[in-house]
């Protein structure tokens, strides 16, 4: 959103004014420019000699972890300085005790998640996200060593005990293969889904203008259904759950989620990566991190959020002082926010390559060629056409935001600087599950199972069931709370939470 883009530039500014502070106090004998930076690296200049840089980018160009470790001169990092470097643009994280610089890596192919763990610990967010062949790739961004115990050493007792005891149960479900996909299932999902297709056009192009109004509603609720599930299905592939190939699971992507269902892939990936790295964090001053609660001025989901209303506008007041009223309302706009979306960020394709840009924009154009060509092929170009491609988007939309909504909303909220250092921790804190039955997987794309989805984002749907006993028994031993509630009483709790918060407004 606009308020978060707005944050990353103040947040830059705030770096870069504090970075300059610290070059200046660092004297004239300091190396600044590239060309000297990587001399003295070769040199041995203020460090260590014979030291070897990481790979060059495939670009031509030496990435920005070359420059840092040539600063460093190959020294130990320092823990309060990896914290300095915060930012998009200088971003440095820990993982298992070595300091890599990632800074302005757009090329990252889960999106600017990457970002979220800037000058922290990012170990078990990179394990739990990554595949065993990424540890590879990590080589080309190293800076050094981190001076002193890993980041998560200064973490209390009882949050190192809840790492070491979720390791050693992630790793259990590796051993039993928890993470490997059934392929008959996942072709069943995608044939099954399909069928909803089907199943909703094939009456609406053979009978077109002579259906009932009835035969018309259901024709146009099962379209819903079909982008609903299609959504799922998307979700499914573009984490990685299906096949170890990174390229089959995009293409997949394209497929379901630009051709099928009208949300680009890359639109997605920034910003549902981003989430479940920071889930319901915001920044000090309000502004959201988890781009899925950047909803000022719309809706507020914590009191600290009301300070990035305009105080001027009476509209803003008057909406937030009737969030709860209006929010089932605002969820029949969800998929037309998240289309226009699609096509505002589709550019960020273009910083991994032409050729996915190219992808994006075909698949995306492909979508409303085939939903616009079997409206007006069934209706003509009138109103029950243009009601028809509506009604679709408002069923569809509304369906995935109300099962999304269950599982953050009014949960609670972090402060970006406030954050604990155990990941796992906050995962579960912002998280809560629906009850498990056959009907609520299927409605929900297992994502019932939430808090079992952002512990183990990688995992197969069909496995995550699997799992909910032993991660509640890991819950109970760490007194934190496993939230599981019906379909009623998570939204009761929901549009609860936006009443409280809607009183607090002046």
């Known amino acids: 959103g606009a ?101 302005g890596w757009k090329e990252h192919p889960g999106g600017k998640a990457v970002f979220s763990h800037a000058g922290r610990d990012a170990t078990d967010a990179f394990t739990i996200w990554h595949p065993g062949s990424a540890w590879k790739d990590l080589e080309r961004f190293y800076v050094g060593e981190l001076d002193g ?10 949050d190192q005990a809840l790492l070491k005891d979720f390791r050693a149960l992630r790793a259990q479900f590796k051993r039993e293969g928890l993470f490997k996909s059934n392929k008959l299932f996942y072709a069943w999902k995608v044939l099954s889904t399909f069928a909803l297709c089907v199943a909703a056009a094939a009456p609406a192009a053979m009978y077109g203008r002579d259906m009932s109004w009835a ?16 959504g799922w299905l998307a979700h499914d592939f573009l984490h990685g759950q299906v096949f170890e190939s990174r390229d089959l699971n995009e293409a997949f992507g394209y497929v379901i989620g630009n051709v099928w269902q009208g949300f680009s892939v890359a639109w997605w990936k920034n910003k549902h990566n981003y989430h479940h790295a920071a889930c319901n964090e915001i920044e000090q001053d309000g502004t959201a991190c988890d781009p899925d609660i950047d909803t000022i001025p719309l809706l507020a989901w914590d009191e600290r959020m009301l300070s990035q209303l305009d105080n001027e506008s009476a509209l803003q007041k008057w909406v937030i002082k009737n969030q709860a009223a209006l929010f089932f309302p605002m969820l029949s706009f969800a998929k037309f926010t998240w289309n226009l979306s699609s096509w505002a960020d ?36 009138s109103p029950a056409a243009l009601g028809y491609w509506i009604g679709a988007n408002v069923v569809g939309g509304s369906l995935v935001a109300f099962v999304f909504v269950q599982s953050h909303n009014g949960k609670e909220v972090h402060a970006y600087a406030d954050v604990s250092k155990n990941w796992i921790r906050m995962q579960v804190e912002t998280t809560r599950n629906q009850f498990a039955t056959p009907f609520n997987d299927w409605f929900s794309g297992a994502l019932n199972m939430q808090i079992e989805h952002h512990l183990f984002p990688t995992m197969p749907r069909h496995s995550l069931g699997k799992t909910r006993g032993r991660v509640r028994e890991l819950c109970k031993k760490h007194d934190l709370l496993y939230e599981e509630h019906g379909w009623v009483e998570c939204t009761r709790r929901v549009l609860s939470h936006l009443d409280h918060i809607s009183r607090k407004l002046d």
């Open 3 to 103: 308020t978060h883009a707005r944050h990353r530039a103040r947040a830059q500014a705030r770096h870069a004014q504090a970075a300059g502070a610290a070059a200046g106090a660092a004297g004239e004998g300091a190396p600044r420019g590239p060309r000297e930076l990587l001399q003295a690296f070769a040199m041995g200049k203020g460090g260590q000699k014979g030291l070897s840089p990481p790979p060059v980018l495939v670009t031509g160009k030496a990435p920005s972890a070359v420059l840092s470790r040539a600063a460093t001169g190959g020294a130990p990092v320092k823990a309060a300085d990896v914290s300095k470097h915060a930012t998009e643009d200088d971003c440095w994280i820990v993982i298992k005790g070595k300091v890599y610089d990632v800074s």
């Open 346 to 381: 589709v550019h960020l394709a273009k910083e991994r390559s032409s050729a996915h840009y190219a992808v994006e924009v075909a698949a995306l154009a492909a979508h409303y060629l085939w939903t616009a060509a079997l409206c007006v092929y069934s209706f003509g170009v």
């Open 149 to 158: 115990p890993a980041l998560e050493a200064d973490a209390s007792e009882a």
């Open 215 to 230: 035969a018309y509603a259901l024709s146009m609720c099962t379209m819903g259904v079909f982008f609903q599930q299609s």
